[in-house]
Every structure is written in C-alpha cells, then in structure tokens.
C-alpha cells in the first residue's frame, strides 16, 4: 500500500506526493478502504505536472469545467496495483477526480439561492456528487456527508476561495470557443492606493470643483462655504465608517455597495436603494457631460456653438440648446466607445487621473504665486456694478489720442452716439469706470471681505461692495447693455444641493471589490484616506479662493468679466490652459466611468432577479458585458443632457445619492443594535450612534437641498420597494430587516401575554382546518376564498392540516402538502401561515392544532371547519366523532367555531354579488361575533352590496314589538346597519313528522352500537339508514306549508316513504345478550297521503289530549322514544322551517350552532340536529362564539 504525505502549500493550493510508492501514478489505484479522500481536494498542483494525465470530458460538464476532470491511467508494464487486484477497474480507467468548487470561479451565481442564499461551503452538494464517502473513522457520520461535509473539505474550500468580478464566467467561456485549451485565471492583486484610493479621489473630484467651487464661495462666502463642505464631508465620513464596517463583516463580491444595502437590509430595500444608487449614477454621468459640454463651449472654443443669440438676454437659452445638442453626440460618442470595450476606459483612466492631480497642484502652485506676484487679470467697474468684457477694449468712458479726447466702445455701448454730446445712459454719466485686480493675491486683505455671504436674486446685477455709487433713478431697461446678472437664485440650501455631487464617489473603492487583494482592508483604508484629502483639498480651496480672488469675480460663474476665462483658471499657474484641458479631461473621464459603472450595477441588480422586468437588462455580450442594461443607462442619461442645466441636474443626483448613504448608515446601526451573530466586522472603529447620525445627517440634507425632490425621491423608493414586495423573487439573505421584524415580533408577543385583548381590539384571529386528498391537495380551497373576504389581511391567520402516519414516514408528503397549501394562499391571496403536523390519527392531530397552533398572545381564537357532508359514513375521511370533539375542544379552549354547509358553493374573490342578503339569525347571544362577521364580509368587494338582516326568535311570552324597537336600538348604538324583523314561533305540539325522524334516528344509533358486522356488511347496513333518513327527510318537506306538495308525482312519493323503518322489534324490544338478525324483520308502510295531508292541517292548531293518544296508537314505538331527543328534534325542525321559509334565497345565512350534548351517547344524535336544522340552505355559517363579548357599543 502506497503512504502519502500531504502538506498545505500557500493559501490555494493543496499538493499531495508520494514518498514510497515505486509508480506513483499507480499509488491512486489502492483499494477502497484503504484510500484517502485526497481526491476531495481537488489535487491540482500535483496532476497538472504529470505526462500520463489525460482530459476525460463528462457529458453533461460545460467546457469551464472539464479541465479539472480527470482520468489517471497505469502505464508501467509488468506491475498492477492493489486496486487493480481488487478488480477496481475504474481506479486506473476513467476514474474522475472532483471538480473544485463552482463558486470559486463565479460566487455571486452560487451566493444566492432561492428562496433563501446558499451557503459557499455548506451545503453545496453539487461538488460533490458522484463522491462516496469510503473511510471508518467518522462512519457514524456518513449518511449525513450530502449535507454537512467533513471540516478537511470544508478548510480546502475555504483555501481555493477566490472572489471573481462579474462577467469572468462568461467572458471564459467566450475564450474556450476560440482557444482549445482553457487559460487559467490570475487572482486580482490590486491594492489600497491603486484599487481604492485613486478611484475614490478621481470620483470625488470632479466637474463641482472646477466649474462651480469658486462661485459658491463667492455667493456663500468663506464662512457659508465652509459648513456647507463640512456637512457634506461630514454625511460622507460618517457614511464610509458605516460602509466599511459592511464591507470588512465577510467577503464582498463583485457588485459592492448594492450587494452590501441588499445583504443586510433585505431584497426590498436593496433593490430600492439599489435602483437609487443606479439612478445616482446614471444621473452624475449626465452631469459630468454636460460640464464637458459647458467646459467646450465656454471656454475652449466658444465659436463651435449652433445656436447664437442675437440678444444678450437670450444666450441663457441659445447655450441651453448648444447642451442638449453636443450633449447628445457626446453621450452616443462615449456609450460607443463602452460598448466596444471596456478597456480601454480603464486604460485612459490613469491619463484622467493625471489631469485631476496636475489641476490641483497648479491651483496650489498658483495660490504660492500670488504673494510676490499676481496675475493681472482686471475687473472693469461702473461705479459699483461690474462689466462683461465684451464688445470693447477699453476700460474707460474715453480715451486721449494725439492730444485729441475719443470715446471709447464702451461710450457707445451706453450713449446713442460716439459724440462726446451724445446722450447717455443715467447710471453711466453718473459714475465713473474703475478697473479693479480680479486676483489681488493672498497677501491683499480680500479675505476679510469675502467671509460672509452675499446671496443674489435671479436677474440681480453683480455689484461690488465699498466701490462709490451714484444711483440712478432710471425707469427705463438695462437690457443690452454689459451687465453681470445672476442668471439663478442663490441661497444656502440650493448651494449645498449643487454642491453636494462634488463629494460623492466613495462608493468607487466598494464597487471594485472583486478586484481587490484584499477588500476587508482596503476598502476602509482606501476609502477613509481618500475622504480625508479631498475633504482637506476642499476646504483649503474654499479658504485660499476666498483670500485670493475678489467677490464679485468668484461671483462670476462663467468668467465674462476676465475676458470668459474659467474663474478657477485665472489662479493656476503657469497657464490656464492647465485647469481648462486638465478639467476638461477629468469631467470626460468622470463621464465615461459612469457609462462604465452604472450598466454593471443595473446587471447585477438584474441577474438578483428581485425585480423581475428588469430582467432582460442582466444579459449582455458573451464576455458579459452588459449590453441592454448599457442602452437603459444610455436613456436614462440623455434625459439629464435634455434638462441641459448642470445647477438642475446637480441636486437630482443629489437626493439619490443621499437616500443610497441614508440606508447604508441604516443597515450598519440596524446590525449594531440588533447584535446579530453574524455580525462581527473587522473594522472596529464604528459606533451605532455614528450610523445613526449619519443617516439623520443625509435625511436632513435631503430636504435641505431640495424638499420636493427629496419628497419625489422617497416616492419612487417606496414604489419600487413594494413592487418588490408584491412581485419580486422571495430571498432570504440574512438581513438586517429581518432581524429586526424578529425582534419586533418577539417584544410585540411578550407584551401581548400581558392579557387577552379588549372588546375593541377583538378580531378574528383564524385557524383553518383543512382537508387533503391523496395527492395532498386541498379538498376545499373555498374556506380559504372566505378567509380572505373575512379577514382583509388583518390579523392572524394559520392554515392547518393533519396527516395519519408517522412524520418520519410522511415528512416528504408533509412538504409536498405545505407547498401545495402556500401556493393556494397566494392565489386566493390568504396572508397567513401554514401548518401540518403529522399524527397516529386524525383526531389527536387536529386537537394538537388547536392547543399549539400560534405562539404566545398572538394565537387563533376562532376554528374555521367545512361541514362534514359524509358524516354517517363512519369509515369516511372524516367522521363525526372527530367533528363532535372538534367543537367540544374549541368550546373548552374558549375558541369560537365557524362551520359552513356546501362550501363549495361560496363565492370566488373574483365574483361579486349585484344584490341580495346576508341573514343573520340570532337566536341565542354567545358574544356578539354573529353580528360582527356579516360586517366584516361586508367589507370585502364580493359581499359589499349585500344588505344585512338580522332575525331573531320570539317566543309566545315575548313582546315582539318591543324587541324589534330594542334590537333596531341596539344595532344602531353598534353603528351597523340592518334590517331588523322578529319571528314569532308558537308553542306548537309537536308534528308526527318529528317523532318519525327521531324514531330514525334513534333506530339508527341503537343498531350502530349493537350490530357486530364486518366493515362491508355494516357500511351497507348504515347506507341503508341513510337512505331511509332521506325518505323522512323527503316525506318531512312534502308535509310542510311551504312547499308545494303537486310538485311531486303522488306515487313516487308514497312509494318512498314505504322505505321508512325497520320493525320496532328491532330497536325498542332487543335485548342485551341475544344477538341481533342481520336481516330486518320487515318494513311496512306507516303513511298514506291522505295521512300526511290531514296531518299538516292539524299542525296548525293544538292537538288535544285524545289526539296525542291518536299519534300514539298510529305508531305505538313513539312512546319508547327519549323525550330530550325528541324536544331537540322539535327545535331543529321548527327552526328550519322559519329560516328556509325566510332565508331560502339569501346570498348567506349566518345562525347560532347549539352545542353538543354533555352525555357522549348521543353524539350522532347531534350531529342529526345539525343536520335537519341546515336542510334546504343553500350557503350556511354556522357560528359558535367562543364565550367572551367581540363587540360593543362604546367608542
């Protein structure tokens, strides 16, 4: 027998050599029980360097696969292993090694199962099928290898890890049908400064700081500008602790910040917040363009505009229009080149890189040069107000050439003539034109000047504070000539929107997660640092501006009054040109790596399948890049180049970013507080307080920037929160919300087992029992029709079932019969819970359901039941007894009852009822819920235009009139609205048709309890009985006044009733110890119709003395019948008599369910009562209160 000795080699790669076999390729042909399980981990670095191996391809095995598979032959002439003397042919011939783990090469496929996420190491039988487990050791263990692997598979599954961006699978694939041998992939080895530091400084800044920092500074002054780059640093700090403690709590795939919000909030709110941040995206690529567009235009070549203006007072909309135009062929222009690839997007972005960080440090650079020498870059000033330098050359009214005075351009853009008698305008003769140095230096005393703030209405000229000024009182329009105008309102909170943009980005290091070496470290380190110095570069910028440029310059946004120069430009050294090609650049860039990123996101968000239209934007190219979800960004994008404003794109990018921080704070403090034990991040630096501010912080700053947008934001989150809710995949990922919905409901329970709930709070909390077929479907999926139109959704709602058996035995039928009652509640959209036990016996089952169904205070207090319509079949799926004890157990756990006859007969929730009634027959008070359960089907569409009637019984001592004035009080003080009517029901003797039914019911329960037949016999036997109780029933319906006796042929009916009743013999005379014939004496014929005619006149009238003595005599075997079973026959035929003669035609008919006898003899007998008092209804509920008051009259 061959010896190996293993040893583990780096951190993926398992080597296993032999030390004494004499040929080693013969030492994996041992026999069986001898063998190691090296095979299970995957022994990559030693095959690969062996010449005899050969690729064995497995049907079934896509071609990412084959190359682990593989097939070891014996070649060495003249020697057999053992386990070629073992006859283990297959050792040496096509024995195939495992292949390694499939999510190695693509984990976020395998991360997320359906309906919860699959473990990566756990539970993932895929790898090893076709793997038996052949050691002793752990042998007590081996049948549970399928599911719990040993910890050595598990560890060298956890040593093969790799974390794969999106995309490589398929971009594999698309290489293996081009090249025959499969290229192995190298392990990302990107580090902090490259992987996260640099595409978070690059992204942070960007267009805000170039095109609009300086005219913030200018409106808000150093001190306004200050807190607002504070709070806005300060959101993003708090966001990137909260973020980094997510991203070091585990592996973080390829997908970043989305797989984060998702992961520990939910698929509800990640795919919310997840759309969001993909909006945010798409939005800020529509901004970056259009500062390209703005940076072209303005002040590289302002000559390529199409639309001109011919009126100064129109170049707001000419430029507008100049934006949508170039801004499109701009956005065509860069979603073409992502399309064609990718990399060379990355390629450039080291050049973009460059050109932020060279604009910087001229910046800088040229801040240092102002305190000895500043750039003269003057400001031309009529009296306070300042001049676009355009359309003259000279600051000055006039000018002396060769001792002769002139006018000057700016004479004739302000007087009608060039004459020095000319007349001018009223402003213009009044003050004088001063020039003043637009860039005094750091070493001027500007800076005292520009600390607070100067906000301007839209239209307002540009002024300068502490210049001299002659007003002018001019009535006429300033329109065409050189004015500065505000061309938008400035405030605090516009500004922080719009600034707002400048400090997003931090996402760039997560989103780049499956590239990195090392995300748990990285991503805090490379984020925080990246925080810090652009937060550093801002507020030293804001500082420096304001201590170098004058105010009304920095006011200046687009820089008419230097000539259009870019503001920013007039401070950089040496030249510029620098801050113009480098912004240029930079914005271009920023453009094309939105395109890049924001397709990747919206594939990511597609191929989780929580959105399911938004499917078709998962698939792409066959290297995996996202093609349609790159046309959707596209679109997306070209809506932001049509507002054409980059001041009004600004704060829409705004809101979603921030509701994007706001939950990324959210689900750090849920987690934190909620101490889940999956919760252990490496980053220790976090505080739920410091996640709680921050999200405070972001919401605030929402509604800071823009109410209505913010309010428009939280909308469409919402929206697609319950789409998601409604249709999208279910998943179960671990999250927070969950946790959180676990805790909630765990206080709620406690607080709930305070005590029972009051009057007011009372509704039904429902446990339905069910009834499965062979095939476990339901029997009934009426009752859950009704439970929906009862219950709205509201409360608690537990679906049972019972199954005979063993659960060891059934445990598969139990998850079948589940499924199959889940999927039924959905479409009959029955919010509720589903139960099955399994029993020894259908009775105990049930009676478990009742006592343990629910937990805590938050348990059914109501049992919904389907009348059991086979109920003397004593071998049928459900026999009386059980109904019987059913309503004895609900009656003792205080429960109501709920029993409805021809269940399948109730209506759809698709149906809706034109008309009718619902009646409602109080006949005795057990709690008000026969009142409260019409009102609540009232709610629900089906029933909503039935109207209520409510009867109630007098008795011949009762004030019939009085009781409907008190019933119609009682029910208005209830707020229900009802018709109300009082049915008198006499003292009636009781009808010969009574003593008849009850002698067959007693004949049928004497010989059910002393007939010994075999199971055919007797189930003839009780057919028998139940054909006779028909004919009473057929003979009872021909004798009433209500009915039409002509309807039936007189022959049929006398020919029916001939089949009434065994001789009294059988029953009355019987004695205990002689045994019963199995044959019936004989049945003769009791009834003419000349009888039962006669006898439906006496009914009307009290019979006498004599008369009773005359039905005796007709039937002498009354006199031995129980008088108890008698009186409650009598009841249960008069009542349905009342009630078919009333309610025959209603839509439903609501009616007290009495309750079983206390002796247990005469449970068959009950269910007999029940039986005749239901006759001829055609939907019935019958209720039965559970012994506590559901309603009131008081608020």
Excluded at 382 to 392: E, P
């Amino acid at each position: 027998m061959c010896l190996w000795s293993s040893m583990l080699v780096g951190v993926s790669n398992f080597v296993a050599r032999p030390s004494t076999c004499p040929a080693p390729l013969l030492c994996l042909a041992k026999p069986k029980e001898n063998r190691r399980s090296d095979q299970r981990f995957g022994q990559r670095g030693v095959h690969k360097s062996r010449r005899q191996r050969t690729t064995t391809p497995v049907p079934g095995m896509s071609q990412s696969q084959r190359f682990l598979v593989t097939a070891v032959h014996s070649r060495r002439d003249g020697l057999e292993s053992d386990g070629m003397q073992n006859g283990d042919s297959s050792a040496t011939h096509g024995e195939n090694t495992v292949p390694i783990l499939e999510y190695i090469r693509e984990p976020n496929r395998y991360g997320d199962g359906i309906p919860k996420e699959s473990s990566p190491f756990i539970n993932n039988t895929d790898i090893d099928k076709g793997i038996l487990y052949d050691g002793k050791n752990l042998a007590l263990f081996e049948e549970e290898m399928d599911r719990n692997p040993m910890v050595s598979s598990l560890l060298n599954r956890l040593a093969n890890y790799t974390n794969l961006t999106q995309g490589v699978r398929e971009h594999e694939e698309a290489e293996n049908n081009e090249e025959p041998k499969k290229k192995e992939i190298k392990a990302p080895r990107m580090g902090t400064f490259i992987g996260v530091y640099l595409p978070c400084l690059q992204n942070i800044l960007g267009v805000i700081l170039f095109l609009r920092l300086t005219w913030i500074v200018g409106a808000a002054g150093i001190f306004g500008s200050f807190w607002i780059v504070f709070m806005c640093c300060a959101c993003t700090l708090l966001t990137a602790i909260s973020m980094s403690a997510i991203a070091t709590n585990g592996v973080v795939p390829a997908g970043g910040s989305y797989y984060m919000i998702s992961r520990s909030l939910g698929p509800e709110f990640g795919g919310a917040v997840g759309l969001c941040f993909y909006l945010g995206t798409t939005f800020a690529g529509a901004m970056y363009i259009l500062g390209t567009i703005e940076i072209l235009l303005t002040y590289i070549v302002p000559g390529a505009a199409i639309f001109k203006a011919e009126d100064p007072s129109q170049e707001t909309q000419a430029m507008l229009n100049n934006m949508r135009i170039y801004g499109t062929c701009a956005i065509t222009l860069m979603a073409t080149v992502v399309f064609v690839g990718v990399k060379y997007v990355n390629k450039l972005a080291l050049v973009f890189l460059a050109c932020v960080v060279l604009s910087i440090l001229s910046i800088y650079a040229g801040v240092i040069k102002t305190t000895f020498s500043p750039p003269d870059f003057p400001l031309c000033m009529l009296g306070n107000r300042t001049l676009a330098w355009r359309a003259f050359d000279v600051c000055a009214k006039v000018i002396t050439k060769g001792n002769k005075t002139v006018t000057t351009q700016l004479w004739q853009l302000f007087c009608d003539g060039p004459s020095l008698n000319a007349t001018c305008n009223e402003y213009f003769a009044l003050n004088n034109v001063t020039t003043l140095q637009g860039i005094p230096g750091i070493a001027s005393n500007v800076i005292t000047k520009n600390i607070w703030s100067s906000y301007g209405e839209q239209g307002e000229m540009l002024e300068q504070q502490g210049l001299p000024s002659v007003p002018a009182s001019e009535g006429g329009t300033n329109a065409g000539l050189p004015y500065l105008f505000s061309d938008i309102a400035t405030y605090f909170t516009m500004l922080v929107g719009i600034y707002f943009p400048s400090v997003t980005g931090i996402m760039a290091g997560s989103n780049r997660s499956g590239d990195l070496k090392d995300a748990q470290k990285s991503i805090p380190t490379g984020t925080l640092l990246a925080i810090i110095t652009t937060s550093f570069i801002y507020v030293s910028c804001i500082i420096l501006f304001g201590a170098c440029i004058e105010g009304v310059l920095l006011r200046d946004k687009f820089g008419e009054s230097v000539n259009g120069n870019l503001v920013i430009g007039t401070l950089a050294w040496p030249s510029p040109w620098v801050i113009v090609i480098g912004s240029f650049f930079s914005t271009c860039g920023a453009g094309l790596q939105s395109l890049t990123g924001a397709p990747r996101l919206m594939q990511a968000i597609a191929r989780d399948g929580i959105v399911p239209f938004l499917q078709v934007f998962g698939h792409g190219k066959a290297n995996g890049e996202p093609t349609w979800a790159l046309l959707l960004t596209a679109g997306i994008c070209e809506i932001g180049i049509l507002i054409a404003s980059l001041d009004s794109v600004a704060p829409i990018l705004s809101m979603f970013f921030l509701m994007c921080y706001m939950f990324v704070n959210l689900a750090c403090a849920l987690q934190t507080l909620l101490r889940t034990p999956n919760w252990r991040p490496r980053f220790k630096y976090y505080h739920w307080t410091l996640s709680f501010l921050g999200m405070s912080l972001c919401l605030a700053l929402m509604f800071i920037c823009s109410w209505y947008y913010a309010l428009i934001a939280m909308v469409i989150a919402g929206c697609i929160y319950k789409y998601i809710e409604y249709r999208g995949a279910e998943k179960e990922w671990g999250d927070g919300i969950r946790g959180l919905s676990l805790n909630a409901a765990r206080y709620a329970l406690l607080r709930l087992e305070d005590g029972p709930p009051h009057t007011k709070n009372w509704r039904p909390q429902l446990l339905i029992l069910l009834n499965l077929d062979a095939d476990q479907n339901v029997k009934h999926p009426r009752l859950l029709s009704l439970t929906t139109q009862l219950k709205a959704g509201k409360g608690l709602t537990i679906v049972g079932s019972v199954l005979e058996g063993t659960f060891l035995e059934r445990h598969s039928e139990v998850q079948a019969a589940e499924q199959n009652i889940k999927s039924l509640m959905g479409l009959e959209k029955t919010k509720g819970f589903c139960h099955v036990v399994v029993s020894s016996n259908l009775r105990d089952g049930v009676s478990h359901l009742i006592q343990s169904s629910g937990l805590g205070g938050m348990k059914h207090n109501t049992v919904l039941v389907a009348w059991p319509e086979l109920w003397r079949q004593m071998d049928g799926p459900v026999g009386w007894k059980s109904f019987v004890d059913t309503v004895r157990e609900t009656t003792a756990a205080h429960q109501a009852l709920l029993v409805t006859k021809n269940i399948d007969s109730f209506p759809e929730n698709q149906e809706r009822f034109a008309g009718g009634t619902i009646d409602i027959w109080w006949i005795v008070h057990d709690g008000g819920l026969l009142m409260l359960l019409p009102f609540l089907l009232s709610q629900h569409k089906v029933w909503r235009k039935c109207k209520m009637r409510i009867f109630t019984v007098a008795q011949i001592d009762d004030n019939s009139i009085q009781m409907k004035k008190d019933l119609q009080l009682f029910l208005y003080q209830l707020r229900l609205d009802a018709e109300v009517e009082v049915v008198e029901m006499l003292d009636n003797d009781i009808s010969a048709f009574t003593y008849e039914r009850t002698l067959v019911m007693e004949q049928r329960s004497q010989m059910l309890k002393q007939m010994q037949l075999s199971k055919n016999e007797r189930g003839r036997e009780i057919q028998g009985i139940t054909d006779d109780s028909r004919g009473a029933t057929i003979r009872r319906n021909s004798a009433r006044p209500t009915l039409d006796f002509k309807a039936r042929n007189p022959d049929d009916v006398l020919k029916e009733e001939a089949q009434l009743i065994h001789d009294r013999n059988a029953a009355a005379h019987s004695s205990g110890t002689d045994k019963l014939s199995v044959t019936p004496e004989g049945v003769h014929m009791t009834w003419t119709k000349e009888k039962i005619m006669g006898e439906k006149h006496k009914n009307k009238e009290p019979l006498s003395s004599e008369g009773v003595r005359d039905i005796f005599n007709m039937k002498p075997e009354w006199g031995n019948l129980n008088q108890s079973n008698v009186r409650r026959m009598h009841t249960a035929v008069k009542l349905n008599e009342v009630v078919v003669n009333k309610s025959q035609d209603a839509r439903l008919v609501l009616l007290n369910m009495p309750g079983p006898p206390k002796n247990r003899q005469g449970d068959e007998n009950y269910m007999e009562f029940l039986e005749v008092l239901i006759e001829g209804l055609n939907r019935v509920l019958m209720v039965r209160g559970g012994g506590s008051e559901v309603i009131t009259i008081y608020s």
